[in-house]
């Protein structure tokens, strides 16, 4: 039995001895006794893409801060074609048939709920619906082009007037003079550089100034200052013949 313990043990040792020999024979630094490569974690800065910001088929072209405008409207810039702008219009059409009928929806609603309605809530409900935007039968007609310059207030307050005359159904472009980036995060249209040749050619001095492109008559009508939407319609009503 002795025998046969000191056996044992001397297997076990021997065993330890070969398992030992693996161990510290492997590649693996177990004890960290090898001495590491330092690792250079500072990363070179990416330089910007300029080559990618400056292609139009990239939407960041158009990207102003954390506003994108509409795929719609990215599309009609980048290709301002008679297919294009006939798309344009369809969309806003379509908007305005579904504004339509969201305001009879919601007439026949306030004809059935009169009595249960408190007279607050029928005010704003009316105030509402006749906020909704409605098509102008000469939409396809005439296009809109504005001038303007950042520090201009009332250059601001025509962005009121444009996006009423977008609303209902025309089709408008934004052209600042300045280099003002800061300005077009707030605005709910794509803007576009104005050039200096563009703002001679045009004799453009003063600001804000609307251009009115009739397409029938193939002219184009001047507007300078401040316009209401109103007195933009009542400017060119007389010659819609």
């Not at 065993?15 to 974690?41: G, L, R």
């Not at 296009?143 to 962005?159: A, G, T």
């Not at 707030?186 to 200096?196: D, H, I, N």
Request: glycine fraction near 2%.
């Amino acid at each position: 039995m002795k025998k046969l313990s000191i056996c044992f043990l001397g297997l076990f040792l021997f065993s330890v001895k070969v398992f030992a020999f693996d161990y510290f024979d492997s590649d693996i630094d177990y004890w960290k006794q090898k001495q590491k490569e330092k690792v250079n974690k500072t990363k070179a800065k990416p330089t910007f893409n300029w080559k990618k910001q400056l292609d139009q088929k990239n939407d960041s072209f158009f990207k102003e801060g954390s506003h994108t405008p509409p795929a719609a409207i990215m599309e009609l810039m980048r290709d301002p074609s008679d297919k294009n702008i006939k798309n344009w219009f369809a969309l806003i059409e379509k908007k305005n048939k579904l504004a339509s009928r969201l305001h009879n929806k919601i007439a026949e609603y306030l004809k059935k709920n009169q009595s249960k309605l408190k007279p607050e809530e029928i005010k704003i409900t009316k105030s509402n619906i006749e906020s909704l935007p409605t098509l102008d039968p000469n939409h396809d007609r005439f296009r809109f082009r504005l001038y303007f310059e950042s520090s201009c207030s009332h250059c601001k307050r025509m962005m009121g007037t444009m996006q009423k005359l977008q609303d209902r159904g025309y089709y408008v472009e934004i052209m600042q003079i300045d280099d003002n980036k800061k300005i077009r995060k707030a605005l709910p249209f794509p803007v576009v550089q104005a050039t200096k040749k563009e703002l001679a050619d045009k004799k453009i001095n003063a600001w804000p100034v609307l251009l009115i492109g009739d397409l029938k008559k193939k002219v184009v009508y001047r507007l300078n200052g401040y316009q209401s939407m109103q007195s933009v319609l009542n400017s060119f009503s007389k010659i819609k013949n």
